[in-house]
């Protein structure tokens, strides 16, 4: 964490991208209806390890992370593009002066269901979850 003036701290750029990717890795994971360890054994890669993903504690290798969406029947571009979207969908929950859910303890009605429902509705809306491969121009 980097300091403030006030002597506060804010976190760093690779602090929010981590959790971004690992939030964005579970919103996905659960649209496809898998666990931990049948994506990480699918991916080859242990459960351990994507586990650290998702919680945001460690960054995937490129083809690691090419892999486990592989699993998840979603393209790199659908990453990205989901990627963006759960960060516009948390940042309207600041501006709107709510709590930030938190992705890995979402069940029933609670806020980070929400945020899920909000985010896969609005992909499915904007077809950047289809199952196959998209043309990238």
């Known amino acids: 964490m980097a300091s403030t003036k006030t002597g506060g ?3 760093r750029p690779a602090d929010s991208a981590l959790r971004n990717l690992g939030a ?3 919103l996905l994971r659960r649209f496809a209806d898998k666990n931990q360890e049948e994506v990480a054994r699918a991916a080859g890669i242990g459960q351990p390890q994507l586990s650290a993903y998702e919680a945001g504690r460690k960054f995937p290798r490129i083809e690691t992370l090419e892999r486990v969406l592989g699993v998840l029947g ?3 571009l ?3 593009f989901a990627m ?3 960060d516009h969908v948390l940042a309207d929950l600041v501006k709107s ?3 930030l859910p938190d992705p890995l303890m979402s069940t029933g009605n609670g806020p980070g269901n929400v945020v899920f429902r909000r985010v896969v509705a609005e992909l499915l809306r904007l077809g950047r979850l289809g199952r196959g491969r998209e043309k990238e121009s």
């Open 9 to 11: 701290h804010q976190p």
């Open 24 to 26: 964005t890795l579970v």
């Open 74 to 76: 979603v393209t790199p």
């Open 78 to 80: 659908g990453f990205f």
């Open 84 to 86: 963006d979207r759960l």
């Open 97 to 99: 002066g709510q709590a």
